[in-house]
C-alpha cells in the first residue's frame, strides 16, 4: 500500500446540513466553547462506502467517474472531521464493497487514515456484510482477512470483526470522559438477531459514554427483500432491554435515521452516495455528533456531493391503452417521458409493471431506450421484473374478457401444440396424451 497518495482532486468540502437536523446552524462555522464543553464527546460516524462499488455493463469512463465519486464522499467525511477537531472518527461496516478491493482504493485509505492519525483523531472500524470474508480460509488455504485488517496491524485504526466469540470493549480516556466501544455484526448466510449475543459486562459498564457499532438489519427499517434481513433480523425490543449501550451507530441501512428506543439513542448513517434506488427521497451523507453521559448534545446529518435519482413508473395500460401501438409509437412514448429527468447527474430507474402479449414484449426497443440512457444521463436501469407474460391463451381471454374452463384451456394449448408438431408420430402422441388428460379431468369431475 502506498501510505501517501494523493488526496483525490476537487475535493474540497461542500458538504451541507440537510433538512432534517437538530438544532444548530451550519456544521461548517465550528461550534461554541459552550457546545464543546469537556464532557462532550465529538464524533464524525460513517458507514456504507462501498469504495469500489461497480455497476454491471456499465462504460468504463462512467464507471471510473463512479468510483471517483465514492472515494470523493468518503474524503468529504474524512475531511470535515479534521476540520472540526472531532475526538473521533467511526466507520459502521462496508468501507469497501468487496473483500479483495484494489491497490487505488487501498491506497486512498491509507492516505485518508493518515491524515486523520495526523490530525490526533481516533478511528474505529466495524466489518460489513461485503468486506468481510464469509469464510475464515481462501481456497488456497491462507486465512481470509478483512482489508481493514492491514489498517490495523498498522496502527492507523481499531478494527471490530463483525461476528466475535465475545464482545471486547475498547476503553478510550477522551479529556476526562471515559468512553467505551464495543462492535457487532452480521456475515451472509448468518442466523438470529446478533443483539442476542450481548452480555453483561463489568468492563463497558465503567465507561461514561458506551457505544455499539452494528452493522445489522434493525426492525422497521427493513425491506425484507433479502434473507439476511428475514433471518438475522435486530429486534426493537432486544435494543431496548439491553442497557449497556446508550448508543448505537448502525451501518447496513442506507438512509439516515435517528431513533429513540428505550433508553438508547439508535443512529443509522446511512450511505455516502447512491447504491440503488431503495430511497430516492434521501440524500447521502456522514454524521456529525456530539455524545455525553446524559445525553446527545446534537446529531446532524451532513450531505455530501452525490448524483441526483430519478424514477419512472409506467404501466403497460398506458403504453398500450387501445392495443394498437406499434414498436415506434411505444418507444417514442417511454422516450419522452424519460426526457425530462435526464441529465448527466442523474441515475434513473425505469419500471415497467403489468401484463402484456409476447408481441407487445417485443414492441419494446428496450435497446434503443438504453442507449438513450447512456447519452442523456449518468446511468438508467431498466427494471422489468414487474411486467407479466401472458400465454397466447391468456391474452385471447385478456382481449375478449372471457373466462376458459381448465378443460377448455387444456384443449386449445394441446391444439396449439398438435398444430405446430412436424412430425405425424408427435402429432399422434400428442393427440393420446391430450386425450388421457381431458378423461382424467372427466374422472375427477365425477367423483
Known amino acids: 500500500m502506498e501510505g501517501g497518495?494523493?488526496?483525490?482532486?476537487?475535493?474540497?468540502?461542500?458538504?451541507?446540513?440537510?433538512?432534517n437536523n437538530v438544532g444548530g446552524n451550519t456544521a461548517q462555522t465550528g461550534f461554541s466553547d459552550q457546545q464543546r464543553s469537556n464532557d462532550t464527546i465529538t464524533v464524525v460516524f460513517t458507514a456504507d462506502n462501498h469504495l469500489g462499488y461497480t455497476t454491471f455493463g456499465q462504460q468504463p469512463v462512467k464507471r471510473e467517474e463512479r468510483q471517483q465519486r465514492l472515494r470523493h464522499a468518503f474524503q468529504?467525511?474524512?475531511d470535515f472531521a479534521v476540520g472540526q477537531g472531532v475526538d473521533l472518527f467511526v466507520q459502521a461496516g462496508d468501507l469497501f464493497d468487496a473483500t479483495t478491493p484494489d491497490e487505488r482504493d487501498r491506497s486512498f485509505v491509507s492516505a485518508r487514515l493518515a491524515q486523520l492519525r495526523q490530525a490526533g483523531i481516533r478511528v474505529f472500524a466495524l466489518g460489513g456484510v461485503n468486506d468481510t470474508p464469509a469464510e475464515t480460509h481462501t481456497l488456497l488455504g491462507d486465512a481470509a482477512q478483512a482489508p481493514q485488517v492491514s489498517y490495523a496491524h498498522l496502527g492507523v485504526m481499531h478494527y471490530?470483526?463483525?461476528?466475535?466469540?465475545?464482545?471486547?470493549?475498547v476503553m478510550v480516556k477522551i479529556r476526562d470522559v471515559l468512553v467505551g466501544i464495543c462492535g457487532l455484526g452480521v456475515l451472509a448466510g448468518q442466523e438470529g438477531n446478533p443483539l442476542t449475543r450481548v452480555h453483561e459486562q463489568s468492563e463497558i459498564e465503567r465507561a461514561a459514554v458506551s457505544i455499539l457499532l452494528l452493522h445489522a438489519p434493525i426492525e422497521g427499517l427493513t425491506t425484507g427483500r433479502s434473507l439476511l434481513e428475514r433471518r438475522a433480523q435486530v429486534s426493537r425490543s432486544s435494543i431496548e432491554d439491553q442497557s449497556l449501550f446508550r448508543y448505537i451507530l448502525a451501518g447496513y441501512h442506507h438512509s439516515y435515521q435517528h431513533l429513540h428506543i428505550g433508553q438508547c439513542e439508535v443512529i443509522v448513517a446511512?450511505?455516502?452516495?447512491?447504491?440503488?434506488?431503495?430511497?430516492?427521497?434521501?440524500?447521502?451523507g456522514f454524521v456529525f455528533l456530539g455524545l455525553a453521559a446524559d445525553g446527545i448534545r446534537w446529531c446532524k446529518h451532513i450531505v455530501v456531493d452525490s448524483l441526483k435519482l430519478q424514477r419512472l413508473l409506467l404501466q403497460t395500460s398506458e403504453l398500450w391503452p387501445d392495443g394498437t401501438s406499434t414498436t415506434a409509437s411505444t418507444t417514442d412514448s417511454i422516450l419522452e417521458q424519460l426526457q425530462p429527468l435526464c441529465s448527466e447527474e442523474t441515475m434513473v430507474q425505469l419500471r415497467l409493471e403489468g401484463q402484456l402479449t409476447r408481441g407487445?414484449?417485443?414492441?419494446?426497443?428496450?435497446?434503443?431506450?438504453?442507449?438513450y440512457g447512456e447519452e442523456h444521463c449518468f446511468a438508467l436501469a431498466i427494471d422489468d421484473s414487474g411486467l407479466?407474460?401472458?400465454?397466447?391463451?391468456?391474452?385471447?381471454?385478456?382481449?375478449?374478457?372471457?373466462?376458459?374452463s381448465p378443460r377448455e384451456e387444456l384443449m386449445a394449448l394441446a391444439d396449439e401444440w398438435i398444430a405446430v408438431a412436424d412430425d405425424e408420430q408427435e402429432k399422434k402422441a400428442l393427440r393420446a396424451t391430450k386425450e388421457d388428460l381431458l378423461a382424467a379431468m372427466d374422472e375427477v369431475k365425477r367423483r
Open 270 to 284: 446511512g450511505a455516502t452516495q447512491h447504491i440503488d434506488f431503495s430511497d430516492p427521497d434521501q440524500e447521502p
Open 360 to 371: 407487445q414484449y417485443h414492441q419494446l426497443d428496450l435497446n434503443q431506450i438504453r442507449r
Open 5 to 19: 497518495a494523493a488526496p483525490e482532486k476537487d475535493c474540497a468540502p461542500h458538504c451541507r446540513m440537510s433538512e
Open 160 to 169: 471490530f470483526p463483525p461476528n466475535p466469540t465475545q464482545l471486547e470493549p
Open 76 to 78: 468529504q467525511a474524512t
Open 388 to 404: 407479466e407474460i401472458l400465454s397466447e391463451l391468456e391474452a385471447i381471454s385478456a382481449e375478449t374478457g372471457e373466462r376458459f
